[in-house]
């Protein structure tokens, strides 16, 4: 087969305001968010959509054929927002063989956003699975078969969190029992792969995340993880980029960090072919994003 060039980025928290949003809506965590952002976050993704543009040419550049998002679009995850970073994101959406990607914590920020359907209206469109029976919950799983011997399954752990010390994720049961028996179907034995979530289901240093702030059945998905043959864990959240191999799950755990946070820029271009699967990593060099092949990671030999 050809090699497929699968480009993973996430946490890009792309925010323009926030026209026409009720004061209320900000009478409850947003309120905390809202001051984080203005006097923090704000600053560290001043540039994030000159950065979109430039990945854009760099998936261009690189001869890209799948990006994976694993989430976290926006800040607060209102109407907006969601409506303003899917504009932003659109030149990301028509790479040869494809995009996909699945929430994060901030585009499900609040109960208002998910009853209010805000993640669908805008990105619902970008969903997608060949193998709807095993979906349990709206789209999730999905799976989608985009190249010759690769598979890419999508599993949401992100939900609204409205207590304000707190942005921890949870996969549901229902989701994880799926994901045991797709790793199980007969189409994804022979094909790597690649198991999108937002949360980091393991730190950089190979421990847990804290309670508050991590993926409540971390150890759930990865003895789930741990069916498949072949394949790589792809996540957000954790705004540092990192690789690290677990002795709980034999794939290999892919965070990308923030794409566009200042000074912490970070992606993962994998290549994925008959000779082996690779990971190199990728930064940003003040101008544009940049590949490290001297830091190239074989995930499959």
């Not at 690649?194 to 409540?216: F, K, V």
């Not at 082996?276 to 990593?281: I, N, R, W």
Request: glycine residues 8%; aromatic residues 8%; negative net charge.
């Amino acid at each position: 087969m050809a090699v497929t060039k699968v480009l993973h980025v996430s946490d890009v928290h792309l925010e323009d305001g926030f026209p026409g949003v009720p004061f209320k809506a900000f009478l409850n965590k947003r309120i905390a968010g809202y001051a984080n952002l203005a006097f923090r976050r704000r600053k560290a993704f001043a540039e994030a959509e000159k950065k979109i543009d430039a990945l854009a040419a760099f998936a261009k550049e690189q001869s890209v054929d799948v990006i994976v998002c694993t989430g976290d679009y926006t800040a607060l995850g209102t109407e907006p927002e969601l409506a303003y970073a899917r504009k932003i994101i659109e030149p990301l959406t028509h790479m040869p063989i494809g995009f996909f990607t699945v929430p994060g914590n901030h585009d499900l920020y609040l109960r208002d956003t998910v009853e209010g359907g805000w993640w669908e209206r805008h990105f619902g469109e970008l969903m997608k699975t060949e193998l709807p029976e095993y979906a349990v919950d709206g789209v999730w799983p999905q799976v989608w078969f985009p190249a010759d011997g690769l598979a890419i399954v999508g599993v949401n752990s992100a939900r609204a969190n409205p207590k304000p010390t707190h942005s921890s994720g949870r996969i549901t049961d229902e989701e994880i029992e799926a994901l045991i028996r797709i790793l199980d179907d007969a189409r994804l034995r022979e094909r790597f792969v690649i198991i999108a979530t937002h949360y980091a289901p393991r730190l950089a240093s190979g421990r847990p995340d804290r309670p508050a702030h991590g993926l409540e059945n971390a150890d759930a998905l990865l003895r789930a993880s741990a069916c498949a043959a072949r394949g790589v864990i792809l996540h957000g959240h954790i705004h540092w980029r990192y690789l690290v191999r677990v002795p709980e799950c034999p794939l290999p755990i892919c965070g990308a960090g923030s794409t566009t946070h200042d000074g912490r820029e970070g992606l993962w271009m994998l290549e994925v072919g008959d000779a082996g699967v690779t990971a190199t990593p990728g930064t940003w060099d003040q101008t544009r994003y940049v590949l490290e092949p001297d830091q190239a990671v074989a995930l499959d030999p």
